[in-house]
């Protein structure tokens, strides 16, 4: 569909904005001005995004247990995130008389610094990113990974058995999924043939008809994507996998021995988390800032990808008003013995499909593989010994 | 299927979510300060005083007897008994209190000094909001705070306060009758001036 320049100039606005703030400055600093103002705005949105969300999730969770959640401050409780900020900012910071003071105060920071380098690699809108990398994907996992490194300084450095016990569950938790994340997208990479986040979503952004080539619309796409999505439940420590932070049995885990704003600065690491790994899962599956219906294109390719991380952070929210937590043993069981087997498969499924070529054949045979092999692993081995209810040996 | 019953788990989660915007019933929380709940007519909060007729201290219906000072489980009442005498309710001349105060910081709200009272004088209310500022003074309340006339009680135990108001009735009928016969004998006596008294007393 043909879009009028209002529309153009409407999907590109903050370029055209950008541009011309940076055209004040003499020619020589424009590149470097342009990657500050760039850096500047992933600071502000994504923290303002992270204080919508706290309140929207606490309503939401309200909701979902039929009763009103925050609204006392300000209209409908829209306010209640500047309300904690400053409770969270007027708190004593405390720092245990035997914790290691410097690693104790760098945890946090390393942890949130690591979180805001994911965004950088992240396709946001045509032509909004900060640095289209190559081995994109490559570089914001291993920014990922690097949070575990922080969660365990956290946990170590406090000198704290809880905080020790959560950052020891969240390293395991986090290296067994970090697994199934990665293999599961590389499926997409196989088939964009490219780790470039841009050239990813760019091969997603073509229609048939009115429909998108999304990779969640094909079978090793769905199942791949369900496996990220767990994954990156498991990733980011959200319900039901939030076992490093069991507050019925940890405490807080490993930010037990945190408080004021560095308790703040884990909050926020977790939910630039949550953002980042939903932001890469709406790239690599959901087609990025690609319309999903073909005469949808005049909306701003950044209201699509916003709405899609937003659509994420939702469910991500649905999930923890519905699941329970997961013990330790199934968590583990789940990862290698169901996740990481079934994300192998995924992936030779995607390399038959590939080498099928073209036709309604391919279509078939892939979702009668992948359909098959879930059945089957759900009725045969999930109802094994591991996986169904514990027996105690010696309270029997 | 591996995976149902997540799904199932949603489904409800969604039907509460949207549920809540739509029906009222879901939604029990009850805002505090801006909306109450009616108390039912069995609830207890905290002792008062009652009194009849429009002035407090004139009707007060206690008598000093102390029976609920000593009955008292905590011990929060405190109790002085006047030097002079006023009429109660039927007329009668007795005692009243010169201090009756109750400490509301200490009392259970057992209602044992309802229930030991003789004289329907103390009864249980139903205000709940009785937080102050002064933990000192504002928490031991005289017989000024505690006086609620009969017609509050009548408004906060309806059923309760009509069978007291019928039992204390009858009690004054009884004692006018009395007074009324002891009135009449007294009256028959005066106008007849005995001339059958020495048959009555004699025998002897």
Redesign the interface.
């Known amino acids: 569909m043909a879009t009028s320049p209002f529309f153009t100039d409407l999907d590109q606005i903050f370029i055209i904005l950008r541009d011309w703030l940076v055209g004040f400055l003499p020619a020589s600093w424009r590149p470097a001005a342009c990657v500050v103002l760039e850096v500047i705005i992933i600071i502000c949105v994504f923290p303002g995004l992270f204080a919508l969300t706290t309140v929207f999730e606490r309503k ?1 969770l309200g ?6 959640g925050p609204n006392r401050v300000g209209p409908y409780g829209l306010f209640q995130p500047i309300a904690d900020g400053i409770k969270a900012l007027i708190k004593e910071d405390i720092v245990p008389f035997s914790a290691n003071a410097v690693v104790h105060f760098l945890a946090p920071l390393s942890l949130v610094v690591a979180v805001f380098m994911e965004f950088a690699v992240l396709p946001m809108g045509r032509n909004m990113v900060l640095v289209d990398l190559d081995a994109g994907l490559l570089f914001f996992f291993s920014m990922s990974v690097s949070t575990e490194l922080s969660v365990f300084m956290a946990g170590w450095s406090s000198r704290n058995k809880y905080s020790l016990l959560g950052a020891m569950r969240a390293v395991a938790q986090m290296i067994s999924y970090e697994v199934v994340l990665l293999l599961s997208s590389v499926s997409v990479v196989m088939i964009a043939g490219s780790l470039s986040l841009s050239t990813i979503v760019a091969a997603q952004s073509s229609y048939s008809g009115i429909f998108p080539h999304w990779y969640i619309f094909t079978p090793w796409g769905l199942a791949g994507f369900v496996m990220y999505a767990i994954a990156a439940t498991a990733e980011t420590n959200r319900s039901p996998f939030d076992l490093p932070e069991g507050e019925s049995e940890l405490v807080a885990g490993y930010h037990t021995e945190y408080s004021g704003f560095k308790f703040a600065l884990f909050f926020l690491g977790e939910y630039l988390a949550m953002f980042s790994i939903s932001g890469l899962g709406t790239t690599l599956f959901l087609g990025g800032w690609s319309a999903p219906l073909s005469f949808l294109t005049f909306i701003p390719s950044w209201i699509w990808f916003f709405s899609k991380v937003m659509l994420s952070i939702f469910v991500f929210i ?2 923890r ?3 329970p937590r997961l013990r330790q043993d199934q968590l583990m069981n789940f990862a290698w013995k169901f996740c990481l087997p079934y994300t192998l498969l995924t992936l030779i499924v995607t390399a038959l499909w590939h080498f099928m070529g073209e036709g309604w054949m391919r279509w078939v045979v892939c979702t009668a593989i992948l359909a098959a092999i ?2 089957f ?3 045969v081995e ?1 109802r094994s010994e591991h996986f169904g209810p514990r027996r105690y040996r010696y309270a029997e | ?3 149902e019953g ?1 799904l199932k ?2 489904a ?3 039907r ?2 949207f ?3 739509v029906s009222k019933e ?4 009850v ?1 505090y300060p801006e909306e109450r709940i009616p108390t039912v007519e069995a609830a207890r909060v905290f002792p008062f005083l009652v009194y009849d007729g429009a002035d407090w201290e004139a009707g007060l219906r206690c008598v000093a007897c102390q029976i609920c000072e000593k009955e008292c489980p905590p011990k929060c009442i405190y109790i002085d008994k006047s030097k002079d005498k006023k009429p109660d309710y039927v007329g009668k001349q007795q005692f009243y209190p010169s201090r009756f105060d109750i400490d509301i910081s200490v009392c259970m709200s057992c209602q044992i000094c309802v229930e030991v009272c003789p004289f329907e004088a103390i009864k249980m209310d139903t205000e709940y909001e009785l937080a102050t500022d002064d933990r000192f003074g504002g928490l031991l309340y005289d017989r000024k705070q505690l006086a609620r006339s009969n017609e509050y009680y009548h408004s906060i135990h309806p059923t309760e306060a009509s069978e007291v108001d019928a039992r204390l009735g009858e009690e004054k009928a009884k004692v006018e009758a009395k007074a009324r016969a002891a009135a009449e004998a007294a009256a028959a006596k005066v106008a007849a001036p005995a001339p059958p008294a020495p048959t009555i007393g004699g025998g002897s």
Do not use: K, P
């Open positions: 939401g909701r979902m247990q039929n009763r009103f649905w999930m008003g519905t699941l879930y059945v692993m759900g009725r999930m | 299927m591996l995976g997540i788990g949603m409800e989660t969604a509460n979510f549920g809540s915007y879901r939604l029990t929380t805002e």
